[in-house]
């Protein structure tokens, strides 16, 4: 069957990259098609004033495992890769969960009931209100926003600002009043209801591209696989038994094709197939939210006093300082996440309100060496109620999707995206290869 395969994957993020891993290593014949000039797509690393940056601050969870378990296989130590912190939530001075060394869930109940910066009346119904969604088994009968059922469970104003929203904004890219609360409850199902380790946050040492996808390349060249940079995909033909890819530098046939490009691009591409038309309009109708990540270069002895820091009330929604994440001496990385008036600055106005906060709230008086504003318009999609988000599998048998915006109980996360790979790798060599 091996020697009859030979899969096409446009796209070489982390979905693409995770396919071509699986099948790769079950020996089916693969070439990664990916546009840009270097692997990562929307995790990438970026280069900037000789320092090495990622197009944006991320965060894995310990319950991504599949990207875990991925990185290992091709050659990364997730032990030495990460930085791993136990669940934390800081906001400073305002906020501060800390789970103690107990088993699940009695680590976020306990966690829940000593928060600081809440009454014991809000402690009390946030865990009541974790009780409630695991009594619920965190299903809802029917999708409605995060604020509602917040709402709904009693959650008052300072709770859900000072905890709810900013876990929310953070997994789902989304505002409270428009996130999907049902994928907001397949994230705490899966990190704060999980053991203690699902629920520790894991900060990269190294870039994303580095991570995951070079490596992934590597791997897949040693077990015979293409991987083309600067190969842009133009157009998807399909024959009687085969798919012709067009690219600049040539046609070349395959048996299968997964096309792992961004939602925008992959609908581009899907368009011109009629068969897949009304796909290709759901896909854009699709609404996207931004993700900035404000890099500032201080001089070598300005530390947070954490390695990451919520700040409230803010455009400065988390902090995170790569000198005790990556060893990068007085970087800071200030991410602001999902739609907001932040996005009516120029970026030069944005790093100068960033500098600010950073002075007014934590008394940094040095000032950057240099700052770099990158803005993600198009970060991850909206994730509300009721959008829709395309399965893995076309009406067309040997063209598939993966992505973070394909069908999957997660939000636009590199677990999702990796976990899409997986599934289609699978359909494809016919083999178990995801956990349910
Ligand atoms: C700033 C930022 C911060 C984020 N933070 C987090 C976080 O903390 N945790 C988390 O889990 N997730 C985070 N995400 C989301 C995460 O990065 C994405 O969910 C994930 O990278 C998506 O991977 P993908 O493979 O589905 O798509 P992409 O990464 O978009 O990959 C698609 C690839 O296809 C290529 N391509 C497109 N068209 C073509 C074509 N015609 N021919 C060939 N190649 C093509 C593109 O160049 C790209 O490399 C963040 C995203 C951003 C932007």
């Given at each position: 069957?091996?020697?009859?395969?030979?899969?096409?994957?446009?796209?070489?993020?982390?979905?693409?990259?995770?396919?071509?891993?699986?099948?790769?290593?079950?020996?089916?014949?693969?070439?990664?098609?990916?546009?840009?000039?270097?692997?990562?797509?929307?995790?990438?690393?970026?280069?900037?004033?000789?320092?090495?940056?990622?197009?944006?601050?991320?965060?894995?969870?310990?319950?991504?495992?599949?990207?875990?378990?991925?990185?290992?296989?091709?050659?990364?130590?997730?032990?030495?890769?990460?930085?791993?912190?136990?669940?934390?939530?800081?906001?400073?001075?305002?906020?501060?969960?800390?789970?103690p060394?107990?088993?699940?869930?009695?680590?976020?109940?306990?966690?829940?009931?000593?928060?600081?910066?809440?009454?014991?009346?809000?402690?009390?119904?946030?865990?009541?209100?974790m009780?409630?969604?695991?009594?619920?088994?965190?299903?809802?009968?029917?999708?409605?926003?995060?604020?509602?059922l917040?709402?709904?469970?009693?959650?008052?104003?300072?709770l859900?600002?000072?905890?709810?929203?900013?876990?929310?904004?953070?997994?789902?890219?989304?505002?409270v009043?428009?996130?999907?609360?049902?994928?907001?409850?397949?994230?705490?199902?899966?990190?704060?209801?999980?053991?203690r380790?699902?629920?520790?946050?894991?900060?990269?040492?190294?870039?994303?591209?580095?991570?995951?996808?070079?490596?992934?390349?590597?791997?897949?060249?040693?077990?015979?696989?293409?991987?083309?940079?600067?190969?842009?995909?133009?157009?998807?033909?399909?024959?009687?038994?085969?798919?012709?890819?067009?690219?600049?530098?040539?046609?070349?046939?395959?048996?299968?094709?997964?096309?792992?490009?961004?939602?925008?691009?992959?609908?581009?591409?899907l368009?011109?197939?009629?068969?897949?038309?009304?796909t290709?309009?759901?896909?854009?109708?699709?609404?996207?939210?931004?993700?900035?990540?404000?890099?500032?270069?201080y001089?070598?002895?300005?530390?947070?006093?954490?390695?990451?820091?919520?700040l409230?009330?803010?455009?400065?929604?988390?902090?995170?300082?790569k000198?005790?994440?990556?060893g990068?001496?007085?970087?800071?990385?200030?991410?602001?996440?999902?739609?907001?008036?932040?996005?009516?600055?120029?970026?030069?106005?944005?790093?100068?309100?960033?500098?600010?906060?950073?002075?007014?709230?934590?008394?940094?008086?040095?000032?950057?060496?240099?700052?770099?504003v990158?803005?993600?318009?198009?970060?991850?999609?909206?994730?509300?109620?009721?959008?829709?988000?395309?399965?893995?599998?076309?009406?067309?048998?040997?063209?598939?999707?993966?992505?973070?915006?394909?069908?999957?109980?997660?939000?636009?996360?590199?677990?999702?995206?990796?976990?899409?790979?997986?599934?289609?790798?699978?359909?494809?060599?016919?083999?178990?290869?995801?956990?349910?």
């Open positions: 069957m091996a020697q009859q395969l030979n899969v096409g994957i446009i796209g070489g993020g982390y979905a693409g990259m995770a396919a071509a891993v699986m099948l790769a290593q079950r020996g089916i014949p693969i070439t990664v098609y990916e546009s840009a000039k270097q692997l990562g797509g929307r995790a990438r690393g970026v280069s900037c004033n000789g320092t090495q940056l990622d197009n944006g601050q991320h965060i894995l969870l310990g319950c991504y495992r599949h990207t875990l378990q991925l990185v290992g296989q091709v050659g990364g130590n997730p032990d030495q890769d990460f930085l791993r912190l136990p669940l934390q939530l800081t906001l400073h001075r305002r906020f501060k969960l800390k789970t060394a107990l088993p699940a869930p009695f680590h976020l109940l306990a966690g829940l009931l000593t928060a600081h910066g809440l009454s014991f009346a809000q402690r009390l119904s946030a865990a009541r209100f009780l409630a969604l695991r009594g619920m088994k965190f299903r809802l009968p029917n999708d409605t926003s995060a604020l509602e917040l709402r709904a469970h009693g959650q008052d104003k300072k859900i600002r000072l905890l709810w929203e900013p876990i929310c904004i953070s997994a789902l890219n989304t505002p009043s428009k996130a999907s609360a049902q994928v907001l409850l397949n994230v705490l199902r899966d990190s704060l209801s999980g053991t380790a699902d629920s520790e946050i894991l900060l990269p040492r190294i870039d994303f591209t580095a991570l995951f996808p070079q490596r992934a390349a590597e791997y897949v060249q040693q077990h015979g696989g293409q991987v083309s940079t600067s190969c842009s995909v133009e157009s998807i033909v399909l024959q009687e038994n085969e798919i012709e890819l067009l690219t600049p530098q040539g046609t070349r046939h395959h048996s299968h094709v997964i096309c792992a490009a961004s939602p925008a691009n992959a609908a581009r591409l368009r011109a197939i009629p068969q897949l038309e009304h290709a309009k759901q896909i854009e109708a699709l609404a996207f939210q931004p993700i900035y990540t404000v890099y500032l270069q001089p070598a002895q300005v530390r947070l006093p954490q390695a990451m820091l919520g409230d009330q803010c455009f400065s929604q988390w902090l995170f300082d000198s005790q994440i990556a990068q001496q007085g970087l800071i990385a200030a991410v602001i996440s999902a739609e907001g008036i932040h996005q009516e600055l120029p970026n030069e106005q944005l790093a100068r309100k960033v500098e600010q906060e950073l002075r007014e709230q934590l008394g940094i008086a040095e000032t950057p060496v240099w700052h770099q990158i803005a993600e318009k198009r970060a991850t999609f909206s994730c509300e109620p009721g959008i829709f988000r395309p399965g893995i599998t076309t009406p067309i048998p040997n063209l598939l999707l993966v992505g973070d915006y394909t069908a999957g109980d997660y939000p636009a996360t590199l677990e999702g995206a990796v976990m899409s790979g997986l599934k289609a790798a699978q359909a494809i060599s016919g083999t178990l290869l995801i956990s349910s």
